[in-house]
């Protein structure tokens, strides 16, 4: 089960790379956001020692992820597919709310996001099911039982209410079964369906305080200074960057702790502040790199598996980085995902270094010769 010695010339070291610098560029910032609330310094309690400990943590994931063979995974997916949906479940049941959702479980008095662990965990048993049926995947009864194994995970988080990730949940889907070969006709009906459903599927599900959220979004002038606030000063923050930024440490929204969550939702507001136009470009450019090194993974391997679960992967971490900038720069509401290896959080790391993990495994074995 583990990887062979010979196939460790095939290892991705750039991919390796490319995520330890967008996490040491999340850390520079996180360390910015984080100066008004703790001006003393880096401590055992500072969130960039936090990150700093979960992103070692991560590569050992990363580490045991690539070692173990990923087929192993796909042999797993019944019980994945049952642990993914207990935990969405038992997050609604003991979670603990945050600004309005039901997202997180602490345990050992670290919050734990069950849906980080549940995206990987479906992208994985989806995989195994269209590798399986590959040469059915225009058979309706396939494409729909396909979309009825994200069905469940998607609804469960949307009514936390997390309608970011619910998005993901679809674009992970839809990613992943046309490269299956579904018919383009098929996606796009139910793709068109769904959008025009969202509309009602909000107002059945969400309360109040989402509702509040869609008004602030279309107008956050209309409450400057309650729900539209971290909206218009996120817009600011980014706006008065320029092409250089005002400096590390030295942006005025950031430092004046304008924008709330700088170090989680609102980040890319700190990179536009204070490292301008071409700071965010060199972001993108770490991004770009990432995820070309995932859609080479998933372009040279052999096995069926290996590619959709790699373009599974691609499609989660593209559409993170896509609804994160579209937050701050007002082209969605605001819904929470955070951006990919740069945004706080420990669950979303550990989640996305095994995500790499399962990439490297996929390089290391894409030769079917070598076993």
């Known amino acids: 089960m583990i990887v062979d010695r010979r196939a460790i010339k095939h290892l991705d070291l750039l991919l390796i790379a490319t995520a330890i610098a967008l996490v040491i560029y999340g850390g520079l910032l996180i360390y910015s956001a984080s100066l008004p609330t703790y001006p003393g310094g880096l401590s055992l309690g500072h969130p960039v020692v936090k990150q700093g400990v979960f992103a070692i943590l991560g590569l050992g994931v990363m580490a ?5 063979d990923y087929r192993a995974f796909g042999q797993a997916a019944v019980a994945l597919y049952l642990v993914a949906i207990a935990l969405l479940i038992l997050v609604l049941a003991v979670g603990e709310p945050v600004y309005g959702s039901t997202r997180w479980f602490t ?7 069950a849906s980080e662990i549940a995206k990987l965990l479906i992208i994985i048993v989806l995989a195994r099911f269209l590798a399986d049926r590959q040469q059915q995947m225009r058979d309706i009864r396939v494409f729909i039982t396909s979309l009825a194994i994200v ?3 998607a609804f469960l988080v949307l009514i936390e209410p997390d309608m970011g990730t619910a998005i ?7 990613g992943m079964v046309l490269m299956a070969g579904a018919p383009v006709r098929y996606v796009a009906v139910l ?20 509702r ?3 008004v602030n ?36 929204q950031t430092q004046f702790h304008f924008v709330q969550t700088s170090s989680t939702d609102y980040i890319f507001s700190v990179v536009g502040e204070e490292m301008g136009f071409v700071g965010a470009m060199v972001l993108f450019a770490l991004y770009v790199l990432l995820l070309f090194r995932g859609i080479r993974i998933a372009s040279m391997t052999e096995d069926s598996f290996g590619r959709l679960l790699a373009t599974g992967i691609v499609v989660m971490i593209l559409f993170q980085v896509f609804i994160n900038i579209a937050v701050n720069i007002r082209l969605l509401p605001v819904t929470g995902i955070p951006m990919p290896f740069v945004s706080q959080g420990g669950s979303s790391l550990l989640m996305l ?15 079917r010769l070598e076993f």
């Open 151 to 153: 069905i469940p995970a």
């Open 64 to 68: 045991t992820a690539a070692w173990v």
């Open 107 to 113: 345990i050992a008095g670290q919050q734990i996001q």
């Open 212 to 214: 509040d959220r869609l």
């Open 217 to 252: 979004w279309i107008d956050p002038s209309s409450d400057p200074l309650g729900g539209g606030f971290a909206i218009l000063q996120s817009e600011i923050g980014i706006g008065s960057g320029g092409l250089l930024g005002q400096g590390w440490t030295e942006g005025t």
């Open 353 to 367: 270094f095994a995500a790499v993990g399962l990439l490297e495994g996929i390089a290391l074995r894409h030769k």
């Open 191 to 210: 793709v068109g369906l769904v959008v025009a459903m969202i509309p009602f599927a909000a107002l059945a599900v969400f309360g109040e305080y989402q």
């Open 168 to 174: 993901v949940f679809g674009a992970i889907w839809v």
